[in-house]
């Protein structure tokens, strides 16, 4: 266009600034960048320095108690064990609750008083051979810590941001209570980098192992009162109920064992450490119907992928986790076959005649505008010597012919290139020369779709796809 209808380009460009401009004003994210900046004291434009506005807010309360900062790098950096995810139960269920801690990690530094200052206070205590009268031990961490009860800088903070985000909530100000969550749940990331002048593997390893030791004991909390745990990840329970319910039975059920695994909390903590319990467990969701796949080509339940169905009537609707269809590195064919077949498994509907037309579909050039992969080059073209997966191959057949129409080549420096498998291989959309292969779709794309879900139900993939009927 800029060489043969100038004013078509600016038209075009006046509108790509107009469709921003929109997306920024219905997503408030000026207004929630201007509150960021209030709440950490940072330059509008420092978009990203979580470490910086840390220091900014917890230097000052520092200083008054007459402290001064380590220096940065002072302790070697240690990597800290992340968040607790568990061991999953494949399978096809029928109502699955899931129920989710509120700000896990900002809890349990507020609970056990985590903080860098309380770090030096509780090991100095601990070292005492008696307390002053009325003080309680410190708080017991892990990989050797102990946080001091006295007045702990960060538990407060936190506990202000709390009450500022709930009231931002009660008058629907979301931008302000996004921005205040985001920076509590920073926390934990900052004071596990070495980049952060407060970092000590004792700080983070005390907030993630203490998540992964309330994780564990949620779920046998949850066994004891006769309910199955197939699922857990970071923050987040997954409950087979194991009955019949309805969506409002289902959610009775679950809002009276999220009350009941926090007033669990609020006993134990109190016992066994003298504490005030922050950590607050909610009902998140019901699944009507819910599947735990497999790694595939193993019997072993896969992590962080699932698909639900919740929901009813006009509310319903398929939720996707980790699968094809909430992937960018998937066709559109895998993404709309998804959808398809677990629609149908999800209500209980044959999905042999939805799997056969899909498969004859692809075959017969019907859905070929389905077929596009489209994938990012991560690094320079050049970079690609050893291998040269499909769309490294893709792009440089791309290039190859701009440079011979006299074109400048466009993925030399990276960039996303939109390619198609064709019976000589991976050929970039723009420059196709080959006919496309569509076994290639039917069992690179179609398949592992399908065998994710097809064996929960006693059928497999192979009696439409190789023309073969199952025996049994």
């Given at each position: 266009l800029i060489h043969h209808d100038k004013l078509a380009l600016a038209r075009y460009n006046l509108e790509d600034c107009r469709l921003v401009s929109d997306i920024f004003a219905h997503c408030h994210l000026i207004e929630f960048a201007r509150l960021r900046s209030q709440l950490t004291g940072l330059e509008m434009d420092r978009y990203g320095g979580s470490v910086a506005a840390f220091s900014h807010l917890y230097l000052p309360h520092l200083h008054r108690r007459g402290y001064a900062a380590p220096d940065l790098g002072a302790i070697a950096g240690a990597p800290s064990p992340g968040g607790y995810v568990m061991d999953s139960r494949p399978g096809l269920y029928r109502h699955v609750l899931v129920l989710d801690y509120k700000s896990l990690y900002p809890s349990i530094i507020r609970t056990f008083a985590i903080d860098p200052l309380g770090l030096i206070l509780g090991l100095q205590e601990s070292g005492q051979a008696a307390l002053p009268p009325g003080q309680l031990p410190p708080v017991p961490g892990y990989l050797g810590a102990h946080f001091s009860r006295r007045d702990p800088i960060l538990p407060n903070l936190i506990a202000r941001l709390w009450l500022e985000r709930d009231k931002a909530k009660r008058q629907q100000d979301d931008a302000l209570s996004r921005a205040i969550k985001i920076l509590m749940n920073s926390f934990y990331g900052v004071l596990g980098s070495t980049g952060c002048r407060f970092f000590d593997p004792r700080l983070a390893s005390s907030i993630t192992l203490r998540g992964q030791w309330i994780m564990l004991e949620t779920r046998k909390w949850l066994e004891q009162a006769g309910h199955q745990v197939i699922y857990g990840d970071t923050d987040s329970t997954f409950v087979w109920l194991q009955r019949e319910a309805d969506a409002q039975q289902a959610e009775s059920i679950g809002r009276q064992l999220a009350a009941g695994v926090t007033a669990y909390w609020r006993e134990r903590l109190a016992r066994e450490f003298g504490?005030?319990?922050?950590?607050?467990?909610?009902?998140?969701?019901?699944?009507?119907?819910?599947?735990?796949?497999?790694?595939?080509?193993?019997?072993?339940?896969?992590?962080?992928?699932?698909?639900?169905?919740?929901?009813?009537?006009?509310?319903e609707q398929l939720i996707f986790k980790g699968l094809e269809t909430v992937r960018t590195d998937?066709?559109?064919?895998?993404?709309?076959?998804?959808?398809?077949?677990?629609?149908?498994?999800?209500?209980?509907?044959?999905?042999?005649?939805?799997?056969?037309?899909?498969?004859?579909?692809?075959?017969?050039?019907?859905?070929?505008?389905?077929?596009?992969?489209?994938?990012?080059l991560r690094r320079r073209l050049s970079d690609y010597q050893k291998s040269q997966p499909p769309h490294v191959r893709a792009a440089r057949l791309a290039d190859e012919?701009?440079?011979?129409?006299?074109?400048?080549?466009?993925?030399?420096?990276?960039?996303?290139?939109?390619?198609?498998?064709?019976?000589?291989?991976?050929?970039?959309?723009?420059?196709?020369?080959?006919?496309?292969?569509?076994?290639?779709?039917?069992?690179?794309?179609?398949?592992?779709?399908?065998?994710?879900?097809?064996?929960?139900?006693?059928?497999?993939?192979?009696?439409?796809?190789?023309?073969?009927?199952?025996?049994?």
């Open positions: 504490l005030d319990s922050c950590l607050e467990l909610q009902f998140e969701r019901h699944y009507r119907r819910f599947l735990m796949p497999t790694i595939r080509g193993t019997e072993i339940g896969s992590k962080k992928r699932y698909a639900g169905l919740e929901g009813e009537g006009e509310q998937w066709t559109e064919l895998a993404k709309q076959f998804q959808k398809g077949l677990y629609q149908r498994i999800f209500h209980d509907e044959d999905p042999g005649p939805f799997i056969a037309e899909m498969i004859h579909k692809t075959r017969s050039g019907e859905v070929d505008d389905w077929l596009v992969y489209r994938k990012r012919a701009r440079i011979r129409a006299g074109l400048a080549p466009r993925y030399q420096q990276r960039g996303t290139i939109a390619y198609v498998m064709t019976t000589q291989g991976a050929e970039p959309l723009e420059c196709r020369t080959s006919p496309l292969d569509y076994e290639h779709y039917v069992q690179k794309q179609l398949r592992p779709v399908a065998e994710a879900i097809l064996p929960f139900v006693g059928l497999n993939f192979s009696a439409w796809s190789d023309g073969q009927l199952p025996l049994f």
